[in-house]
Nanobody, 122 residues
Framework: QVQLVESGGGLVQAGGSLRLSCAAS????????MAWFRQGPGKDRDFVAR???????YYADSVKGRFTISRDNAKNTVYLQMNSLKPEDTAAYYC????????????????WGQGTQVTVSS
């Protein structure tokens, strides 16, 4: 079965950096669209970034220029490098995947990880 396991979350001060990882199994990773979403307390799950199988990336405006999504197909892992973190980046971050969908609607992604918490203090 498909499994996505996120790691790398934690507590960081504003202006700091974190790198999230999502290790995937049970699928042909190199063919998958991989994405990151986040959900703050009492908020909807919002799109953050996605990377297509060929490496093309797309970002939410709120993180553009600060976050970088990348993938290592040899390790079946997708990363989210987060720099210049702000308190408003505080959320649970989720990895998601789909074979074909490349958009920002969370309902269209087939598989999800359990999430990793990121807390940015001011």
């Amino acid at each position: 079965q498909v499994q996505l396991v996120e790691s790398g979350g934690g507590l960081v001060q504003a202006g700091g950096s974190l790198r999230l990882s999502c290790a995937a199994s049970g699928l042909t990773f190199g063919s998958q669209v991989m994405a990151w979403f986040r959900q703050g307390p009492g908020k909807d799950r919002d799109f953050v970034a996605r990377i297509r199988s060929g490496g093309t990336t797309y970002y939410a405006d709120s993180v553009k220029g600060r976050f970088t999504i990348s993938r290592d197909n040899a390790k079946n892992t997708v990363y989210l490098q987060m720099n210049s973190l702000k308190p408003e980046d505080t959320a649970a971050y989720y990895c998601a995947t789909d074979r074909y969908y490349t958009g920002i609607d969370s309902r269209e992604y087939d598989y999800w990880g359990q999430g990793t918490q990121v807390t940015v203090s001011s």
